[in-house]
Nanobody, 133 residues
Framework: QLQLVESGGGLVQPGGSLRLSCTAS????????IGWFRQAPGKEREGVSC????????YLADPVKGRFTIFKDNAKNTVYLQMNSLEPEDTAVYYC??????????????????????????WGQGTQVTVSS
């Protein structure tokens, strides 16, 4: 069973940067699409960025385009979310999720819906990101 652990969250001032890590164990990520999602207090969960292992395609949600980057290190079995020019509106708990590429139509669809295969999809426990002066 694939297990995901997020790290790298914390408190940062507006305009600052953080790099979140999503490290997998129990299976290689080579056959998974991986997404970063976030949920702020009182708001619904939203997809931030997703990446496919099968074709390398990526998706970034409009609020983070030009500021965030998603990339994967196969040797470390880890997916990263580089977050630059952080804004207070980015404050949220950030979760990573993985779903077998076989069941992912597009990475945009994965990010838009957050729906994973009921038996084979996995979520991490989340890491808090707070952007405040």
């Amino acid at each position: 069973q694939l297990q995901l652990v997020e790290s790298g969250g914390g408190l940062v001032q507006p305009g600052g940067s953080l790099r979140l890590s999503c490290t997998a164990s129990g299976s290689t990520l080579d056959y998974y699409a991986i997404g970063w999602f976030r949920q702020a207090p009182g708001k619904e969960r939203e997809g931030v960025s997703c990446i496919s292992s099968s074709d390398g395609s990526t998706y970034l949600a409009d609020p983070v385009k030009g500021r965030f980057t998603i990339f994967k290190d196969n040797a470390k079995n880890t997916v990263y979310l580089q977050m630059n020019s952080l804004e207070p509106e980015d404050t949220a708990v950030y979760y990573c999720a993985a779903d077998p590429d076989l069941f992912v139509t597009t990475v945009q669809a994965m990010c838009d819906t957050g729906e994973l295969h009921p038996a084979l999809g996995s979520w991490g426990q989340g890491t808090q990101v707070t952007v405040s002066s």
